[in-house]
Structures are given as C-alpha cells and as structure tokens.
C-alpha cells in the first residue's frame, strides 16, 4: 500500500492516459509539472541520474524504492545543474549518512529549481510504462482534470530539439591530464557530462564546442579527434550535427556515444527509431559481436539507431541482449565508431570503458 511521505504537501500524478497515483511533493513544486514519463533500474548514482543532460524533458521514475540515503555532494555533479523535469519515488530518505555527503536530496531539488513527488507506487507505474511505452505526465497540487489536461497537451521528447537547451553556450577547453600532451581532441557537446571530459582528457586537450558548430570550424582546429557527445531526446531534431559529422567523416577520426552514436548512424543514411520505454540504468547486458564477450553498461535514450537501415560500409558491432537494439557500429573506411551505452559511467559499470583507448588508437594512426 502506498502511503504519503509526513509532513509532504499532498498531489498527483497524472499519465496522460488518465492512470493517477498519489503522493506528496517534494523538491520546488508548483501546482503543475509537466514531462514524459521514463524509469531508471540503478540501485544508486541517483545525483548523477538528476545531473545528466540527456534527461532533459523528462520525468525520472527511480524504481528502487529507497532514494537519497546517502546525501548530495559537489563532485558527483555531471553538469552545471540539473536539466530534468522532475524525479518521482517511492521512498525519499528522511535523514542521509555518508562521509563525502555535503547535503540533501530534497535540498538539491529546490537548488535546482526540480519538482518530484515521493510516496508514489513505483512499481506499478513502472509495470505501465513497460506495458503503454513512455508517456506524457504531470504531477503537482491543481485538481485532478487539470493535470490531466495538462498531461494530454505535453508533447514528450518526440520532435523536439532538446539538444539547443543544454549545449553550452560557448566553448571551452578541458586541459589534458598531462600537461605536455599535443594532442587535441573536439568534443561537440550535445548534453555532453562532464565524466567523459574527464576520460577524454587522459589522451590529450579538450575542446568542448557547442552543437551548433559547422564542420569547418571544427576541422579549422586541426583536431587529432572529434568525439560526439551523449544528449537527449529525438536525433532527428539536430540536422545541424548531422550536417557537421558529414562534413568530417574520412577527415578526421569520430567517436561518438549515445545520442553521438545516432547522430553518426543518421550521418551515414541510417534511420533512428524511438524505442517503446528507451534503456535508462546501470544494469544493461550488451554482447561486443567481435569479442562474444558480455559487457553491463549504463544506459540512458529513448531512441536508437535500426541496424536493418545501415549501408554497406557500416557494421554493427554490438547489441542489447534485453531487446537487440543497436548497441554501437563502425564506419572502417571513416575512421569512425560509436555505442549507444555509456563507457565513461560514473559511479558505474566500467565493462565499456576499454571504448576510449579504441579511440585513442585511431587517433594515433591518424
């Protein structure tokens, strides 16, 4: 049985179905939020979860039950803040225990201006979204037929171009962990987290651009490498970045993840397919089709690249063994390669991580 957090101001939660849970708000609520419904199977790494870019537009449905046990600290930060729409729990902690804590959950929420509701049924609203497909949603204190109207006017993620509302707005530079380093590295930040700054400056600078940047600004630079980053919503919403990888595959070595990986595969003539309640977790089994080895792998998108749609020249060289969805391809007369998981995952799994030293091997050829 569900039961309201004390203390909580109380509210719902309203699908754009009509399905209705209750619970009390939490965070910096208002009488109406809106966003699309997803969940997330990590057991922890819930501040990096809130932090990531790629959740712009969205709900987070956290389906472990208990959530900030362990506090909120400044390093865990994966970006300047947060870009979700909103968290939904079960259980939100009402008192946090770990020595690098700094403060709270329910503190970072109303820093960050991020509105959740706790006390909700997880796992039923779980068990629907795997059934319906992620959907639109509001959650607040206004009567039930409002959050409802509200949940049915919100147009998700589906064309959409979130990527221009978490890009950075200028660019900057990432010194290399070795100070002596020539090598120079692009990075077009499409909702790019900081952990895979950090793991691509361990083989050189980094210059992060923004999204918007041309091909020939890119190449101007003399890059040794251009990466791609991770981003949310809907590949087909960035012609922009498709036009820019066109315009520098074969020139320069690409290493794309995540929404980088379905930009390269829309850059090559491949289609992008959303997916009916999209891989958002640390707990992913992916097969390495070249190695036959298992990787776990941390997960966030909605959309997905259709293998069936590559050209010749491409292959796909891992899949999801949940669902088969693409998991990365490589372009070998391009000089180019990405996944659809995350190999820089922080707090973790690190199965992918030998994904960076790939790169830095192109690199070094080229």
Same mark, same amino acid.
Do not use: W
């Given at each position: ?259 980088? =990986? ?78 659809? =998981? =995350? ?24």
């Amino acid at each position: 049985m569900t039961t309201t957090p004390t203390a909580l101001t109380e509210g719902q939660l309203v699908l754009a179905d009509g399905s209705t849970f209750d619970g009390g708000l939490i965070g910096d609520h208002m009488p109406i939020s809106t966003g699309e419904v997803v969940f997330n199977t990590c057991l922890s790494g819930y501040q990096e979860v809130i932090t990531d870019p790629s959740y712009a537009g969205q709900f987070v449905t956290f389906t472990y039950p208990h959530i900030g046990n362990y506090g909120i600290n400044v390093t865990d930060f994966e970006s300047v803040g947060a870009f979700c729409r909103g968290i939904i729990v079960r259980d939100l902690a009402r008192r946090h225990s770990n020595f690098r804590a700094q403060s709270d959950l329910g503190s970072m929420l109303f820093d960050q201006a991020i509105p959740g509701i706790a006390g909700v049924d997880t796992r039923r609203l779980t068990r629907l979204i795997r059934s319906t497909g992620a959907m639109p949603a509001a959650f607040g204190s206004a009567p039930h037929d409002e959050l409802l109207a509200a949940a049915q006017t919100e147009p998700g993620t589906d064309g959409v171009d979130l990527v221009s509302t978490v890009t950075t707005p200028v660019g900057y530079t990432v010194p290399a962990i070795d100070p002596d380093s020539r090598r120079r590295i692009v990075a077009m930040d499409f909702g790019m987290k900081r952990n895979i700054a950090h793991h691509l400056s361990r083989y050189g600078h980094v210059d992060v651009v923004p999204a918007q940047t041309t091909a020939a600004d890119i190449l101007a630079r003399e890059p040794d490498g251009v990466f791609l980053s991770n981003g949310p919503g809907d590949p087909a919403m960035s012609p922009y970045a498709v036009e820019a990888i066109q315009g520098m595959l074969g020139k320069v070595p690409i290493f794309g993840i995540c929404l980088g =990986h379905q930009l390269l595969g829309r850059a090559i003539g491949a289609d992008t397919v959303k997916l009916p309640f999209g891989h958002h977790g640390a707990n992913h089994p992916v097969m390495n089709l070249h190695t036959d080895k298992v990787e776990i792998t941390s997960q966030n998108h909605n959309f997905a690249v259709d293998a069936s749609t590559l050209p010749s020249n491409a292959e796909m060289t891992h899949i999801n063994l949940n669902d088969d969805v693409c998991e990365g391809i490589a372009v070998a007369d391009e000089r180019a390669f990405s996944v659809q =998981h =995350h190999p820089e995952a922080n707090p973790g799994p690190h199965d992918a991580e030998y994904l960076f030293g790939q790169f830095d091997t192109l690199m070094e050829k080229h």
